[in-house]
C-alpha cells in the first residue's frame, strides 16, 4: 500500500496499477463521519435498535418489491392467456353466426315427378339439394342423379328416405357441361316428388370437420418435433434477441421468472418455448373446432355446436379474467404500500445474498443499489432509507446514491438522468446527475482512498446528535456523546 501512487485523474492505485477498493457503503459511512468509516473498516461492526430494525424494514421492503415485480410477471400472463380464451370464445361465435345467417345462392333450379330435366352448366364447387315428399313417407326407393352431356355420372344417387324433407350438400369435383337431372321412380306416385338445387360457398360442416381435425393433427405432429428436435439452432435462430447489456443479464435472470420463457431460452433436444406452446394450444383449439363441426348434422346444428363450446370457453375466459383482475388488485396494493406507480417496472431488487456487485474498475469503486427500476427506458437506482424521514436527503445518503447512479451509468452505457432516494413508501428524493454531483462523488472517492492509503481519518463535526445516533459510537473513543 505504501507504494500506491495517485493517477493523473487522481485516483489512488496500487503498485500494480490496480484502483484501490472503495465501496458506496465506504462513501455513505465516510460522508457521515470519517472516523465512522475507518471503525467500520477496523472490523467494528454498527450495533444498536436502529441498525436491527433497519436491515429487518429493509428485507421487507426487498421481499415486497420482489413480489411486486413477481406480480406484475403474473399479471401479464394472465392478461396473455384471458386475451387468447377471449379470442377463441370470439372466434366460435363468428363461426357460430356465420353457419346461421350466411345465404345459399338460390339457383331457381327445381324440378318434380319422374323422368330427365336440362339444367344447363354448372360450375365446380358445393352444391345443396333440397329434396320434398308432399305424402312424408320418403321417395321408396326412388332416387335422383345427376350426369353430365357426356352422361357420366357425375352427382347422386340421392334419395329421401323418410319425411316431408331433407337437405343434403354435394360437390361437383368438375364442371358438368349440359347438366341432366334424371329422377328414376320406382315408387307408385311421381306427383309427390320435388327437388330444387342450390350453389353454396360454404364447406358443409362435416367437411369442415374433417379438415380441421386433420389440420390439428397436423399441427400437433409439427408441434412436437418442435419439441424434439433443435430446430432453432438448424436454422441459426437464438430467440429471442438478447440486448447485451450487463445490469439486465446480471440481476434480471438470476431472481426473477420471465413471462413465459428464460431470456437466454436457444431450444435444442426436447425442449420448447413460446413457439412451441403457442403451436400446441392451436393444435387443441382446432381439434375442438374440428370434431365439434364433424358431429354437426347441419349447419344449424353446426352453429349451435359451435355456440356451446364458444359458452363453455366464455366460462373458462370469465375464471381467467377472476385471475387477472385478484392479480391486478395485488399489484396495485403492493404499490400503493411501496409507494411507486403500479406501472412501474423492477429491473432488479438487492436481496442481500444472491444479487452481483457492479464495480468500475478504472477508479475502484463497487456497490449494489436496493432496487433499479426502469422509468422511460432509464435504468434508475433507488435506495431505500429506513428511520426518521428528513426535510432534505443526507449528505451520506446522496453520496451513496451518486456511486450507484455512476455504476449503473459505466455498467450501462447509459447516463441514468437520476437517481432515487426513498425514505419510507411517502417520501422519495430525486438526485440529479450532473456534473457538480459527478465532481462530488469523485472527491469522496479520492479522500477515501487517500485515508485508506495514508491512514488520519477524523471526526469531522461537532454535532453531539451525530454521535448519539452514531452505531459505532460503543467503540468510539472522539464520541460527543
Ligand atoms: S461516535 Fe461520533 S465521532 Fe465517533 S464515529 Fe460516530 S459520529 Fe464519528
Known amino acids: ?34 472516523l465512522s468509516w475507518k471503525l467500520a473498516k477496523e472490523g467494528h461492526d454498527g450495533k444498536g435498535e436502529a441498525i436491527t430494525a433497519g436491515i429487518d424494514k429493509h428485507q421487507k421492503i426487498h421481499d415486497k418489491i420482489e413480489s411486486f415485480h413477481n406480480r406484475s410477471i403474473d399479471s401479464r400472463r394472465e392478461i396473455a392467456v384471458w386475451t387468447w380464451t377471449l379470442s377463441i370464445v370470439i372466434i366460435f361465435l363468428i363461426d357460430s353466426f356465420a353457419f346461421v345467417y350466411l345465404e345459399d345462392d338460390y339457383l331457381g333450379i327445381s324440378g318434380d315427378g319422374f323422368g330427365s330435366q336440362e339444367i344447363g352448366s354448372l360450375d365446380s364447387g358445393w352444391y345443396h339439394l ?26 347422386g344417387p340421392f334419395e329421401l328416405i323418410n319425411g316431408t324433407e331433407e337437405k343434403i350438400t354435394f360437390r361437383l369435383g368438375s364442371d358438368c357441361g349440359g347438366c341432366l337431372v334424371i329422377i328414376r321412380g320406382v315408387s307408385l306416385d311421381s306427383i309427390e316428388i320435388s ?55 446480471t440481476f434480471d435472470q438470476k431472481i426473477f421468472k420471465p413471462v413465459w420463457q428464460t431470456v437466454d431460452f436457444v431450444g435444442g433436444w426436447i425442449s420448447g418455448g413460446r413457439i412451441e ?28 355446436v359451435l355456440a356451446l363450446v364458444a359458452l363453455l370457453w366464455l366460462i373458462i375466459s370469465s375464471s381467467q379474467l377472476f385471475k387477472v383482475l385478484r392479480s391486478i388488485a395485488a399489484r396495485e396494493k403492493l404499490s400503493l404500500e411501496l409507494g411507486i406507480d403500479y406501472s412501474t417496472k423492477i429491473n432488479y431488487s438487492d436481496d442481500s445474498k444472491e444479487s452481483s456487485i457492479l464495480s468500475d474498475e478504472e477508479i475502484g469503486l463497487r456497490g449494489r443499489p436496493d432496487q433499479i427500476v ?63 454531483n459527478r465532481n462530488l462523488l469523485m472527491e469522496n472517492i479520492q479522500e477515501v482512498q487517500r485515508l485508506t492509503i495514508q491512514g488520519g481519518a477524523k471526526r469531522n463535526h461537532q454535532q453531539r446528535g451525530k454521535c448519539r445516533n452514531c452505531s459505532r459510537k460503543h467503540v468510539c473513543n472522539d464520541s460527543l456523546s
Open 130 to 155: 333440397t329434396m320434398y315428399d308432399t305424402q312424408g313417407d320418403g321417395w321408396n326407393g326412388t332416387d335422383l342423379i345427376m350426369i353430365d352431356e357426356n352422361n357420366n355420372l357425375v352427382a
Open 374 to 436: 426502469i422509468i422511460d427506458g432509464s435504468f434508475i437506482p433507488v435506495e431505500q432509507k429506513t428511520g426518521k424521514i428528513p426535510t432534505d436527503p443526507h449528505l451520506s445518503h446522496k453520496i451513496q446514491l451518486l456511486a450507484y447512479i455512476h455504476l449503473i451509468e459505466s455498467s450501462t452505457g447509459t447516463k441514468p438522468p437520476y437517481g432515487a432516494l426513498r425514505y419510507g413508501a411517502d417520501v422519495a428524493f430525486p438526485i440529479e446527475w450532473n456534473d457538480e
Open 195 to 249: 327437388w330444387a338445387l342450390s350453389a353454396t360457398d360454404f364447406v358443409p360442416p362435416k367437411e369442415l370437420g374433417k379438415f380441421l381435425v386433420m389440420l390439428s393433427a397436423s399441427v400437433l405432429f409439427v408441434s412436437i418435433l418442435m419439441i424434439a428436435l433443435p430446430w432453432r439452432e438448424r436454422f441459426g435462430w437464438n430467440e429471442p434477441e438478447i440486448e447485451q447489456n450487463n445490469v439486465v443479464q
Open 277 to 304: 406452446g403457442f403451436a400446441l394450444l392451436s393444435s387443441i383449439v382446432i381439434m375442438i373446432h374440428g370434431v365439434s363441426l364433424y358431429v354437426a348434422d347441419n349447419r344449424q346444428q353446426a352453429a349451435l
Open 1 to 34: 500500500m505504501d507504494e500506491a501512487t495517485q493517477d493523473e485523474n487522481g485516483f489512488w492505485k496500487d503498485a500494480n496499477g490496480v484502483a484501490i477498493s472503495v465501496s458506496a457503503s465506504d462513501l455513505e459511512r465516510h460522508a457521515y463521519c470519517p
